[in-house]
């Protein structure tokens, strides 16, 4: 069996924390020829053992999967946490990574905990190792400058409570990218449609922003991308309470100048990727319809300009 380095972890949202351990494997691997594995809970393990109190998912586990090999993983394990699985003692967990993987080394942070009421950490860890024949690299934490200054230790928790407050270019600091809303298109109210601005409602599983106006861009199933006007909230100029995430695709091809839809694709259930650049506004219930279109018109030659100024490319 070909030896193997192995990180074990949830990796939700694969920030830069999470990818300095996978580049700490990669380092490790490729001068003896092994290969870098990742073993990713999905979901969390929370899920299973208090659902009431499991955070908000940052990503999808094919994102996750995707992001990992990006970052220099060679395969990505799924652990789905059974009650089995998270019965296990430290000892039995390590010793089935062993068995499937042939580990030369195990890479993780210092806040790493294991099996059964999360009793194994790292000093548990290399005296496993010692025995199991497999070496322990600590990986120090990453730090990152905020906004305001501050230096923040990347963590998918920091993540969850900037995007939860709007923080979409802090996020993109401790994510190393800008944070992203994989959705599938679904019926709205149709309202966008009947004042020149036609949205994709989006359906997803993952964290949405807090309530305001954002730009971004809206990234089409063939790979095509096109700055959006994206609203998070429950429209209170029209009263409603339904939370929802919709977007206006700038520049996006349509059949006709006043058609919903986009040229090629069906009018719902087609996959829509978000990408969070800026926070704008906040929500806010105008007076009037008319009203609200004029301040559409004003975000829309924001985002516009904010998109120039991130890929110049565009003004060509």
Known sequence: MKRTVVTIGTFDGVHAGHAALVRRARELADPVGASVAALCFDPHPMESIAPARAPA?????????????????????RLEPTGELLSQSPESFV???????????????????FGRGRAGDLDVLRGLGRTLGFEVHEVQPVEVVLQDH???RAS??????????????????????????????VRGDRRGRTIGCPTANVSTECLAPADGVYAGMGILPDGREFP??????????????????????????RPGDDAAMISGLPEYGWNLRLRFDHWLRDQVAFESTAA???QINRDLRAI?????????????
């Open 292 to 294: 609200l279109v004029e």
């Open 57 to 77: 998912r940052l990503t999808t586990f094919a994102d996750r999967s995707n992001l990992l090999r990006e970052a220099g993983a060679d395969v990505v394990v």
């Open 228 to 253: 959006a006007a994206i609203s998070v909230g429950t429209k209170p100029t029209y009263g409603e309470q339904r939370r929802c995430v919709e977007a206006y695709l700038i520049g996006a091809p």
């Open 95 to 113: 010793r089935g990574v062993v068995r499937d993987l042939a580990p030369l080394a195990i890479v993780e942070g210092g806040d790493f905990r």
């Open 304 to 316: 516009h300009a904010l998109s120039l100024l991130s890929h110049p490319e565009a003004a060509a």
């Open 150 to 152: 501050t230096i923040a």
């Open 156 to 185: 998918s928790t920091l993540c969850r409570w900037l995007i939860s407050n709007g923080r979409v270019r802090d996020a993109a600091a401790v994510l190393g990218r800008p944070y992203s809303l994989p959705g599938v298109v």
